[in-house]
């Protein structure tokens, strides 16, 4: 059943029926100032600790997330786009020019490509003068890990594969953590995900990691994804649901497990909205935090922002992080 839907979505012939995607902002409704769910796919989840949780730069304070779980799907959490403009920004170019870069590991085949690529793709693309070849090398980057480096033939983690995990996610995630009572949750491997439209990620589940029981933080941005989630077999019938840009995801519990694929990118976003000025002020005091200040600061400046914008424009991100050692191992 989950191979049959996902082959739906994929169809690149015909457009697929959406009627049945869930679109969160669709399934709520305000009244008396509180937003109430009109159907039984959604629910609002309040977050009780939200007075006690420091934000950081490019966050909405968290009294204002909107946060759902799905009926049908416990475990499943989306805080819908939590992020500011600039916060979306800052990530999305944090994920193009800083995290595909040595000594993190990238798809990049070496038979395709040269180590100048291979080591700092985002500048080696922007320095590419032939629009054959910038086409080329910006199709081919589909994934960069680090952290823990999941070993894709063997699907094992290993203690000698590693590269540093950056402070500023860190951060993020342990932010979403907190709020959603793992406080205890240690961000140890991430892959980005990098989805030009008309690509897709075929139905799976994230079991390598020796500790299954801690959750998976997902974050999105740029163009919609439809996204599967379905059951701890093949035979269920999975749910579709649209992850927009900002959207946080949160697989725990019993979803923890679960089958879940990306069939296809919706380009929802128009360049015009992606390349706007930002003027917004962030709140949060940004002297205390990780982030890199200055990307901060340049990513509201059109010109800077430009290049992401064009790649943004035609393209979804996904940063999906995990823990991976069991409470109180120091080691695999
Ligand atoms: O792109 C997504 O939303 C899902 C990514 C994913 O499932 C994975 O990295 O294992």
Known sequence: MFKLVFKQYKCKSTSPDLTEVVKIDDCVVKGNDQEKSDNNIVQRLSISNVESLQTMPGVKSPKDWRTYTLTNHPGIIVIRNPFSERGRRYWSARCLRDFPRTPNIVNLNERLFDESVRSDWWKQLNLCSDGVEFQRIKSAMRWTTFGYHHNWDTKIYDEEMQSPFPEDLSSLCGLFAQALGYADFKPEAAIVNYYPVGSTLSGHTDHSEPNKSAPLFSFSFGQTAIFLIGGRSLEE?????????????????????????????????????????????????IKTRTIDKDLFHDVGNPQFWEPFSRYMDDSRININIRQVLNPGDVKL
Do not use: W
């Not at 649209?242 to 929802?268: F, N, W």
């Not at 976003?269 to 000025?277: D, G, R, V, W």
């Open 237 to 285: 019938k999975p749910t579709a649901i649209y992850l927009q840009s900002g959207d946080v995801m949160i697989m725990s519990g019993e979803s923890r497990l679960c089958y879940h694929a990306v069939p296809r990118i919706i380009k929802t976003q128009a360049s015009a909205t992606l390349s706007l000025i930002i003027e917004d002020v962030d709140n949060a005091d």
